[in-house]
């Protein structure tokens, strides 16, 4: 079964840094102390909303355990891969227009 122990406060803190040292408007749904329905929702730089969930623990790589976040736009349909928080926030700002 899917856990989340991996998502922390201070994961989630990480992530919101991330996302402001990038320069992305973001919030979120204020689950962090219940990872599973946790939800942030990131604007890129041309309007797109993204949506960043935690990944499961089957999703985590032992080998790269700062790789715990994934994102989904709708316009256009993409979902990334599981990424650290700063890739993440890259990936996002970064996404071409």
């Given at each position: 079964?899917?856990?989340?122990?991996?998502?922390?406060?201070?994961r989630?803190?990480?992530?919101?840094?991330?996302?402001?040292?990038?320069?992305?408007?973001?919030?979120?749904?204020?689950?962090?102390?219940?990872?599973?329905?946790?939800?942030?929702?990131a604007?890129?730089?041309?309007?797109?909303?993204?949506?960043?969930?935690?990944?499961?623990?089957?999703?985590?790589?032992?080998?790269r355990?700062?790789?715990?976040?994934?994102?989904?736009?709708?316009?256009?349909?993409?979902?990334?891969?599981?990424?650290?928080?700063?890739?993440?926030?890259?990936?996002?700002?970064?996404?071409?227009?």
């Amino acid at each position: 079964m899917a856990t989340f122990a991996h998502i922390t406060p201070a994961r989630c803190t990480q992530l919101g840094n991330a996302l402001t040292a990038a320069g992305l408007a973001w919030e979120d749904n204020g689950n962090q102390a219940r990872p599973e329905p946790l939800t942030y929702t990131a604007t890129d730089p041309q309007g797109r909303h993204w949506t960043i969930d935690a990944a499961t623990s089957n999703q985590i790589t032992p080998s790269r355990p700062a790789t715990l976040w994934q994102a989904q736009c709708a316009t256009p349909m993409r979902r990334t891969t599981v990424m650290s928080a700063r890739a993440l926030a890259h990936h996002i700002r970064d996404f071409p227009a």
